[in-house]
């Protein structure tokens, strides 16, 4: 599986982005997605996460409310809409596929990144 995540940029606080992760193969529906997100000088912490069939989603505290994942498994991507951006949710986002829904690093395939950066 290959994750190829999108739609990272430049946004001030109070804006708005989505970001994407498409990946490859015709098993994407067979996977758990999550979005993770490493800040500098920090760990890789989890974001928010999607079950195979969409119908169970979880989020970390301080996303709930402003930030939604979903996806379309007919087009293998996921998605993180992200609302209300605040200068803390500057980081490299990184999207990850495995077979259990969980707010840990086990994941078994992970993305590249994409640079998401809020300025104040």
């Known amino acids: 599986v290959q994750l190829v995540e999108s739609g990272g940029g430049l946004v001030q606080a109070g804006d708005s982005l989505r970001l994407s992760c498409a990946a490859s193969?015709?098993?994407?529906?067979?996977?758990?997605m999550g979005w993770f997100r490493q800040a500098p000088g920090k760990e890789r912490e989890f974001v928010a996460a999607?079950?195979?069939?969409?119908?169970?989603?979880r989020y970390a505290n301080s996303v709930k409310g402003r930030f939604t994942i979903s996806r379309d498994n007919a087009k293998n991507t996921v998605y993180l809409q992200m609302n209300s951006l605040k200068p803390e949710d500057t980081a490299v986002y990184y999207c990850?596929?495995?077979?259990?829904?969980?707010?840990?690093?086990?994941?078994?395939?992970w993305g590249q990144g994409t640079q998401v950066a809020v300025s104040s």
């Open positions: 193969g015709r098993t994407f529906s067979s996977y758990v």
């Open positions: 990850a596929s495995g077979k259990l829904i969980t707010t840990t690093q086990a994941y078994d395939y």
């Open positions: 999607i079950s195979m069939s969409g119908g169970t989603t």
